[in-house]
């Protein structure tokens, strides 16, 4: 969690959302972090925005970021039997780095945010007034934003390069649905858009 007395200002950042990407400029506007993933109150009063992704290309990135060094080897796990797993990706979508948001602002009753969208990240952060503001000092950190545009990092093994929606069928698909199904509802996320997910 990211919070800015300055601004009155506090983010939720979960893993695979861009957080990387944003936390270069709140750094840039001084913000101070309390767990880079933690999704914690600083100030009820204060504006909450809340990083959030289309659950089905959350759990590639995720799947992507634990086993693209272990291609080739013993321990890589292939995006079928890591969701099928109980002991990978149900597991540890639940410990603490990986709490469900739409779960949190249910259980700390929270009635106001702003759900910042991975997939429209940069149009949605100028949005936010002190960085629309700030742009003048944030020139370098949004550069990285365009490195976004990339559909797919290059330097993984070449049978990993490819649409998210080749990684999933329908038997997949139904299970990160529906163990997700909070958070689909919250970003607004179509229960078949796994089919044209690019990234």
């Keep these: 969690?990211?919070?800015?007395?300055?601004?009155?200002?506090?983010?939720?950042?979960?893993?695979?959302?861009?957080?990387?990407?944003?936390?270069?400029?709140?750094?840039?506007?001084?913000?101070?972090?309390?767990?880079?993933?933690?999704?914690?109150?600083?100030?009820?009063?204060?504006?909450?925005?809340?990083?959030i992704r289309n659950p089905y290309s959350r759990a590639v990135s995720y799947w992507l970021n634990r086993n693209e060094k272990r291609y080739n080897t013993d321990n890589f796990m292939d995006f079928s039997e890591s969701i099928h797993n109980k002991q990978d990706y149900l597991r540890d979508l639940h410990v603490s780095n990986f709490k469900d948001p739409s779960r949190e602002i249910i259980s700390k009753k929270i009635k106001y945010y702003t759900l910042i969208k991975y997939e429209t990240l940069f149009e949605d952060i100028l949005m936010v007034p002190y960085i629309k503001d700030n742009l003048h000092l944030l020139q370098q950190e949004i550069s990285f934003f365009n490195l976004g545009h990339t559909p797919w990092r290059l330097d993984r093994p070449k049978k990993l390069i490819r649409p998210y929606y080749e990684f999933y069928n329908q038997d997949l698909a139904d299970i990160v649905y529906t163990q997700k199904q909070s958070e689909f509802e919250l970003g607004g996320y179509h229960r078949d858009s796994w089919k044209t997910l690019v990234k």
């Design 1 to 51: 969690m990211y919070f800015s007395e300055n601004y009155k200002s506090q983010w939720w950042v979960p893993p695979r959302t861009g957080s990387r990407m944003l936390k270069k400029i709140l750094d840039r506007l001084d913000f101070k972090s309390e767990g880079h993933h933690e999704m914690t109150i600083k100030d009820p009063n204060w504006d909450l925005n809340i990083l």
